[in-house]
């Protein structure tokens, strides 16, 4: 059972343009949601994290949209440029207590066109 | 550079051999997690330490894998009787637990192939 889900599987936008990427979890215990970007041969990146009292986080480009009741989030990429194509991975976890161990989803590939 | 380190990068080894990856936290980070990915897959939790105690084992890690932290620094992971389906990327990352917030970063990982 796959307790974090990522979609689309992969992305193609044109510079400029605003890529937007969902997750779907499944846990409710889950208290914290990261969004981490990976590229080739390199560790994950955190980018921006959000926890379930807010619905909005923005952080420069990078925008997380949370919804609780619909147990679902989103991160939008503003401006996005060709040195953001990377894989980007939501995840989750139950917070800083015994569940700190992040669920991770498949990874969805995004690729910015010059 | 006081980010997450690894080391080896990058390991070959044959099936049936035994391997260790060293991880070095961020200074002062009090947790420590090893997590696994394999090819077009996100990472996988194998287990982490606060200090230098071991509190949480994934079924993922069987008896052939072993970590330690001994003084509450670095880390490292060990396995043994290598098979082909070990092969993957080991990442290490680590955190200071402040209240609510467990932020993890991740090191560059050692990509462990077995022949």
């Known amino acids: 059972q796959q307790q974090v889900k990522q979609s689309p599987q992969s992305l193609i936008v044109q510079k400029g343009g605003i890529p937007i990427i969902n997750c779907a979890y499944e846990?409710?215990?889950?208290?914290?949601f990261p969004w981490y970007q990976q590229f080739p041969g390199k560790g994950p990146a955190l980018l921006i994290a959000?926890?379930?009292?807010?619905s909005e986080k923005k952080e420069g480009r990078f925008t997380i949209s949370f919804n609780k009741s619909a147990k679902q989030f989103s991160l939008h990429i503003m401006d996005s440029q060709p040195g953001d194509s990377a894989t980007y991975f939501c995840?989750?976890?139950?917070?800083?207590?015994?569940?700190?161990?992040?669920?991770f989803g498949k990874g969805i590939t995004l690729s910015v066109r010059p | 550079d006081t980010g997450v380190s690894q080391d080896p990068r990058h390991k070959i080894t044959k099936r049936g051999q035994n391997v260790t990856f060293r991880c070095d936290p961020i200074?002062?980070?009090?947790?420590l997690y090893w997590y696994r990915q394999t090819l077009g897959q996100g990472p996988e939790f194998l287990t982490y330490?606060?200090?230098?105690?071991?509190?949480?084992k994934s079924r993922l890690l069987s008896d052939r894998f072993s970590a330690e932290r001994p003084k509450g620094s670095f880390s490292t992971l060990e396995i043994q009787r290598t098979e082909q389906g070990d092969s993957a990327m080991y990442l290490c990352?680590?955190?200071?637990?402040?209240?609510?917030?467990?932020?993890?970063?991740f090191g560059p990982g050692t990509r462990l192939t077995v022949l």
């Open positions: 846990n409710t215990a889950f208290d914290y």
């Open positions: 995840a989750a976890s139950g917070g800083a207590g015994a569940n700190s161990k992040l669920t």
């Open positions: 330490f606060q200090n230098e105690a071991q509190l949480e």
């Open positions: 200074s002062e980070h009090n947790r």
């Open positions: 990352a680590s955190s200071f637990l402040q209240g609510a917030i467990d932020t993890q970063y």
């Open positions: 959000i926890r379930p009292d807010v």
